[in-house]
């Protein structure tokens, strides 16, 4: 999600310096395939949004002569499996980033959590399985809604399962080299559950971020992200 973000933010426009945030702090090697990326506009620092002080040096060091437009957020883990690390991962880093992105000025913020149309259907598994994962899902959504003197700023798109190819495994380090088409797989998921095409999503997310116009709501739903921020 994070590469198809970038990708889409270089394309949409031509003007923006695009930094990543990335435990590693350098490009994964399959980017260096991708011609997208090869450009100068692009560039990596480390940080650990679970140790926010990591972050907001390294994005300090490295704005200032910028206006920072925006900051999008695809953080999000359920590895290593525990419920209290789903929770920090999915709640308090993206809070962490939704804070650093305040203080650097940032106009707008968008970051990805997950749809919930299947929550209460008996036979969805997750509820069970990963509900550290939904917990952490619901403190940044909180914590972005009730933030009423920044209404409109900032954003929640509430994802289905992502079809694309898998660059990364959870767990695994981004330097493993992978690459697993999902699309398939989740023409099958969408006779069950919402899906969301990697591309449309990262779209949504990007357009928002550049936009000048304010959001009607903070939680986007997932049948809403394909056209979110499409000029009218
Ligand atoms: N894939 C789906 O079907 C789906 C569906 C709905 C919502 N989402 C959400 O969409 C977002 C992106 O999903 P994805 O599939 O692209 O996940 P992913 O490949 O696992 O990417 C998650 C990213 O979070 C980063 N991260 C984790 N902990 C971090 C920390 N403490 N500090 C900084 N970065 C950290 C990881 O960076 P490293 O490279 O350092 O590990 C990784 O780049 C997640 O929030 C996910 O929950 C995904």
Redesign the pocket.
């Known amino acids: 999600?994070?590469t198809a973000v970038l990708a889409e933010a270089l394309l949409q426009n031509e003007d923006l310096q695009v930094f990543v945030?990335?435990?590693?702090g350098v490009a994964p090697e399959w980017l260096s395939a991708e011609p997208v990326y090869q450009t100068t506009r692009l560039d990596f620092v480390g940080?650990?949004?679970?140790a926010p002080k990591t972050v907001r040096d390294a994005l300090q060091a490295v704005t200032p002569e910028y206006n920072v437009v925006g900051c999008i957020s695809?953080?999000?883990?359920i590895t290593p499996w525990s419920q209290t690390n789903m929770v920090r991962?999915?709640g308090d880093?993206n809070i962490n980033a939704y804070t650093i992105s305040r203080e650097l000025g940032a106009a707008k913020f968008a970051v990805?959590?997950?749809?919930r149309s299947n929550m209460h259907d008996w036979w969805y598994p997750f509820p069970y399985l990963i509900p550290g994962y939904y917990e952490g899902k619901r403190k940044i959504e909180e914590f972005v809604a009730h933030d009423a003197q920044n209404a409109g700023n900032a954003i929640c798109l509430r994802?289905?399962?992502?079809v694309g190819t898998r660059r990364?495994l959870?767990g695994l380090p981004?330097s493993v080299k992978i690459a697993v088409p999902l699309d398939g797989l989740y023409k099958a998921v969408n006779r069950l559950c919402p899906t969301i095409g990697v591309g449309e999503l990262a779209g949504a997310a990007v357009r928002f971020v550049l936009s000048e116009r304010k959001a009607e709501m903070a939680l986007v739903p997932n049948d809403a992200i394909p056209d979110y921020f499409e000029q009218p």
Do not use: K, N
Not at 159 to 162: L, Q, S
């Open positions: 999600m994070g945030v990335s435990r590693a940080g650990d949004l679970l695809c953080v999000g883990a991962t999915c880093a990805i959590t997950r749809d994802a289905g399962f992502v990364t959870p981004t």
